[in-house]
């Protein structure tokens, strides 16, 4: 099973969400999103490895999910962690889901991807 695939069966058994192909232009790219507001919390797609400043030109599978800025900052340091690819740098994060990080590194990233996009209940005045 690919790490792909691990990540689409735990938003399936976690969150009950299958992933949505909704782009015609690039109908590989899928998008996780919440039931309740239709959100997404995560992108799959594939680029070249030189769009994420690698080497060569073939694509490799990513995952962009929205991320605490700080946490963001700290992981891009670390090998298979980029800035949000085509998505805002300090909301969001892209990693490569090539096995440089393994899928039970990335989970707990999908649950705080999938907190940070939950409507937020209004405040009282």
């Not at 680029?47 to 891009?76: A, H, M, Y």
């Not at 649950?111 to 996009?117: A, G, Q, R, V, W």
Request: a negative charge; charged letters at 25%.
């Amino acid at each position: 099973m690919t790490v792909k695939e691990e990540l689409f069966a735990y938003a399936a058994n976690t969150y009950g969400v299958e992933p949505d192909y909704p782009f015609s232009t690039v109908p590989t790219y899928a998008v996780l999103r919440h039931l309740s507001n239709r959100k997404w919390f995560a992108l799959f797609g594939d680029v070249e490895r030189c769009k994420l400043g690698l080497d060569g030109e073939e694509r490799v599978d990513i995952i962009n999910i929205k991320c605490d800025p700080i946490l963001g900052g700290s992981l891009r340091l670390q090998e298979g962690y980029f800035p949000a690819y085509h998505m805002n740098h300090d909301g969001w994060l892209t990693v490569l889901l090539d096995g440089t990080v393994p899928a039970q590194e990335i989970i707990p990233l999908l649950d705080m991807s999938f907190e940070l996009t939950m409507v937020k209940p209004k405040k009282r005045k």
